[in-house]
């Protein structure tokens, strides 16, 4: 069942990329039934921590390579999230008329692939293939369907991936080395790092921590970010801060913590001072932003800042938090760029300050623009509000310095996002938001659905926290012994 | 064995359709005749001591699979043949001819076990091969080429004689088994004079694949020369040569470790010839002096694989680097010769508008593109990664971090060519494919991407 759901988005590639005008709709339709059957999945999911729907065959036994994938907790969450925004992006690019329609598809559905099998991967090797796989398509969505300024920033944005991923496969190809049965398994990799010292472990983490962070990004990794994200078309923005950023996430809690807990121990202050840099970094110059696109882009690097922070709390509530909070941002923030993609159809201009008067035109649209924009800055009863202050309360038993820092991510937010809202959206009409269409069925479709998660998940996460639960409690046993073993 | 008679009977035989007007015969005829020498070559596999001709040939498992892929790279090139010399009045018939004694010369480098036999292999490969060259008779260019490739050629054969010379006054032979007893009754103390013999002929066999330092006829000759034989310089005579040059030192070594002063100097140059190949890479105008430099760079790659000897065990890294290699290769030529045809030049900006005009070029030149640059899930990473991994094993393990660093930069420049066939030019035209040339290229390219989801299908033949 789980090679169907890999390799089922890549059989419908060869439908959609003929499919000329209805591509799109074969494409929907695709993710709408990739995301029937990890619905199935989850209902047969065991909520223990054990690893399931395990698929182990070798690939290249030569060099020891084997093709596993499986799901705990943590992967089924990640899956549920990427099945779950893939049509929301496809549905909400059903207005615009895009050059060649059955590539773009194409590469979105590629896409889809490469993140389910990074999200399930358990063999090493097989990870890094999805993990460079992601990267292929999007490149191309920017490349072709770009902004104008977009071959630089897209190259750019390539080498800097690209140089953190080799940083990682030579950290790979050294672990791989040091077990004994020479295996890319997880678990392989898992126990031959007990044996090595912690200076190893530190280089390890680094090597790993880069390519993470490159991803992610975490300061000072993260200046390919605004652009790309600007000049990417709305539907390569919103697969990039939605789901691309997660790998990142996603993978210190599968690749870092549990394969270098040593290595954790020794420099994961750092990784967290470097987060909590992006945190404050990150909300102050989006305060200083003028372009609503770049502002949310900005935003993305202080939400993911904070998670990536209360990652390296090492204790539950951060990594639970972790957890609540990488679903709630891949929602928000895919909302927050379809509302530019809307304000951009509609005006040509991200510009804050031309824009204005909105909700005269299109209260509906201002009203849900308000439930999502209150959940990206944290309001009770919103989905933001249990993962930050899940992570919080997290990095606050770390140190209370640092969760007094990490803080302030609440009040800038609500700073830039509120100020953000009151330009845009309130006050008076100007020659750019006077012919305000109002939103199509399919933005209304997808607002909603939003909306309403955004709702839902801040009213009741506990499902979440059910899901992920027995295997965040694992992964904190497993490196809080090993830490406590070495003092 | 019966791939080499067959072939040269077919090169002959072409070469009379040519003396006897019938040049329409020709295509089909080699296309039959390559498909029947693979065929037999595979009937081979598996024959335990298929020695031919008084030990001078040997149809090991090395052999018949290189001989394979040769056979297959040619059986590739010659289905873009018939768009490229289509306007072309020159004596087809001849240059086809010449096409297949390369070929020849290839399997006899990769079948030879003794040492005449590689001299013999070398010369009919390079021969024809200089002939090749200059057989755009009116070219300035390609006359240089032609001239320049010659006389770098004599060179380096001289210098291989001169080494095969002193291997053979230290030996009393020029049989490959009898070189790798010699060696193993002095248990590790070679003479100088048989050290000297066997770095004379790693640096002969070096100019033929073009390893630094010894690669600076490479981009003027790959430039000069018609497309087509630079296609064949650039995958079917690199892919030989490599074959020559490992199955030299692993049949002579093969219970022996080899010389430090050898590995040193093979060391160097790997990390030399992947760094200076890149560099001046990096700084190439045209696609196909940058394609040049590619090549060079890609043969410090394999020198790694060279490096990292022992038991034939790299033999597989190189057998799959090379086939994955050239396939790419070939595409993004093959994508080159179309441009270079229609568009009169050969420069980054002759390729713009490739996307609108030509999807389908574009996308040939993407997946070759991806495949060289080693991006995964294309078969190019994997062949990277066997050749590391080889090297790895065998505990070499600097010369793997700077390949790593030097595939970075390899990104750089692959992908200027290939962001240049997504530059919007609406001025161009589009550019004619003929059926033949698309089935080929579009069959090159499914197979880098089959060999690169499942690479165990080809990497563990020999």
Redesign the interface.
């Known amino acids: 069942m789980i090679i169907f759901l890999l390799a089922f988005p890549v059989i419908s590639i060869l439908f959609v990329l003929f499919g000329g005008r209805i591509a799109k709709c074969i494409a929907f339709g695709s993710s709408v039934a990739e995301l029937i059957v990890s619905f199935v999945m989850f209902s047969h999911y065991q909520y223990n921590s054990n690893v399931q729907f395990l698929f182990d065959q ?6 020891g390579i084997r093709f596993t994938v499986g799901m705990d907790g943590i992967s089924m969450l990640m899956v549920l999230l990427t099945n779950i925004l893939i049509p929301l992006i496809i549905l909400s690019s059903f207005k615009k008329e895009y050059s ?1 329609p059955g590539l773009f598809y194409g590469l979105i559905l590629l896409m889809q692939t490469a993140l389910l099998g990074v999200f399930t991967a358990l063999d090493a090797f097989a990870y ?2 999805f993990w ?2 992601a ?2 398509p999007i490149y ?1 969505i920017i ?2 369907w770009g902004g104008d300024n977009r ?1 630089k920033v897209t ?1 750019k944005f ?2 800097y991936t ?2 953190g991923s ?1 940083l990682m ?2 950290a790979i ?1 050294f672990l791989f ?1 040091q077990t004994t049965e020479h295996s890319f398994s997880h678990q392989a990799f898992a126990n031959a790092s007990s044996s090595l010292s912690p200076t190893v472990q530190g280089w390890l983490f680094w090597a790993f921590f880069i390519a993470f962070a490159i991803k992610m990004p975490v300061f000072p990794f993260h200046t390919w970010q605004p652009d790309t994200y600007t000049q990417a078309p709305p539907q390569g923005t919103m697969l990039l801060s939605g789901i691309m950023l997660k790998m990142g996430t996603y993978s210190l809690l599968r690749w870092i913590l549990p394969i270098v807990p040593l290595g954790v121990a020794e420099w994961g202050n750092v990784a967290i001072i470097l987060s909590l840099i992006s945190v404050v970094y990150g909300s102050l110059i989006a305060i200083g932003q003028k372009d609503l696109k770049r502002m949310f882009a900005w935003s993305s690097i202080a939400h993911v800042g904070l998670i990536s922070a209360g990652i390296f709390s090492l204790t539950l509530q951060g990594l639970q938090g972790s957890m609540i909070q990488m679903l709630s941002h891949g929602i928000n923030i895919v909302g927050l760029f379809l509302v530019a993609q809307i304000i951009y159809d509609r005006t040509k201009t991200h510009t804050m300050s031309e824009l204005g008067g909105i909700i005269s035109k299109s209260p509906l649209f201002a009203g849900l623009f308000l439930i999502i924009l209150l959940g990206s800055v944290a309001l009770p009863l919103t989905d933001g509000f249990i993962g930050e202050f899940l992570l919080l309360s997290g990095i606050y038993q770390y140190n209370v310095w640092m969760a007094a820092v990490a803080g302030l991510t609440i009040i800038l937010g609500a700073v830039y996002m509120l100020r953000a809202y009151q330009r845009t959206i309130l006050g008076e009409m100007n020659g750019h938001t006077e012919e305000f269409a109002p939103l199509h069925w399919n933005e209304t479709l997808v607002l909603v659905c939003i909306a309403g998660m955004v709702i839902f998940i801040g009213v009741y996460p506990q499902p979440i926290l059910d899901l992920t639960g027995p295997a965040i409690k694992n992964i904190v046993d497993t490196i809080n012994n090993q830490i406590y073993t070495l003092r | 064995m019966n791939a080499i008679l067959l072939l040269s009977a077919l090169s002959i035989l072409t070469l009379f359709a040519g003396a006897f007007n019938m040049k329409k015969l020709a295509l089909p005829l080699i296309f039959i005749g390559l498909i029947g020498a693979f065929v037999l070559n595979l009937g081979e596999w598996n024959v335990s001591d298929n020695y031919f001709y008084n030990k001078m040939l040997l149809f090991d498992h090395y052999a018949v699979a290189f001989s394979g892929l040769l056979t297959i790279l040619t059986l590739f090139i010659f289905f873009l043949c018939h768009q490229y010399y289509k306007t072309e009045n020159a004596s087809i018939a001849d240059i086809y001819g010449l096409l297949i004694f390369v070929l020849i010369g290839g399997i006899i480098m990769a079948s030879y076990s003794n040492l005449t036999m590689l001299f013999i292999g070398i010369e009919i490969l390079s021969i024809s091969l200089y002939i090749l060259a200059g057989s755009r008779r009116l070219s300035l260019r390609s006359n240089e080429a032609s001239i320049k490739y010659f006389l770098m050629g004599s060179f380096a054969t001289g210098f291989l004689l001169f080494g095969i010379a002193l291997v053979y006054g230290e030996t009393h032979s020029f049989h490959l088994d009898v070189i790798r007893q010699y060696v193993e009754l002095q248990r590790g103390n070679l003479s100088l004079k048989f050290t000297t013999g066997i770095i004379m002929m790693l640096i002969g066999l070096s100019f033929k694949v073009s390893v630094f330092p010894f690669h600076f006829w490479a981009p003027d000759v790959y430039e000069g020369s018609p497309t087509l034989v630079t296609i064949f310089m650039a995958t079917v005579v690199k892919t030989a040569g490599f074959a020559a040059l490992y199955r030299l030192f692993v049949i002579c070594f093969d219970n022996t470790p080899l010389p430090d002063a050898w590995l040193n100097i093979v060391w160097g140059m790997a990390a030399l010839t992947m760094t200076v190949g890149n560099f001046s890479a990096l700084y190439q105008k045209g696609a196909k002096r940058m394609l040049a430099f590619s090549s060079v760079s890609n043969a410090g790659y394999l020198m790694i694989g060279v490096l990292a000897m022992n038991h034939y065990f790299s033999a597989n890294a190189i057998f799959y680097y090379t086939a994955v290699y050239s396939l790419a290769t070939i595409a993004a030529f093959g994508v080159l010769m179309l441009v270079e045809k229609e568009r009169g030049s050969n420069e980054f900006s002759a390729f713009r508008g490739l996307s609108t005009h030509n999807p389908f070029l574009a996308g040939v030149l993407v997946i070759s593109m991806l495949s060289l640059a080693g991006i995964p899930p294309l078969a190019g990473f994997f062949s990277k990664y066997y050749i590391f991994y080889a090297a790895i094993q065998r505990g070499y393990i600097w010369i793997v971090v700077i390949a790593i660093i030097n595939s970075l930069i390899g990104i750089y420049y692959y992908f200027r060519l290939m962001i240049s066939a997504f530059a919007k030019e609406p001025d161009m035209e589009k550019i004619p494919e003929e059926f033949s040339y698309k089935a080929a290229l579009l069959l090159i390219c499914l197979l880098i991407i089959a060999l690169g989801v499942y690479p165990a299908v080809m990497s563990g033949l020999i």
Not at chain 1, 58 to 63: S, V
């Open positions: 070798p690939w290249i036994p030569q060099l060649r890094y293939i460079e796989m990267l292929v191309f490349l072709m071959v190259f390539f080498i690209m140089a080799l496969l030579i190809i080395f």
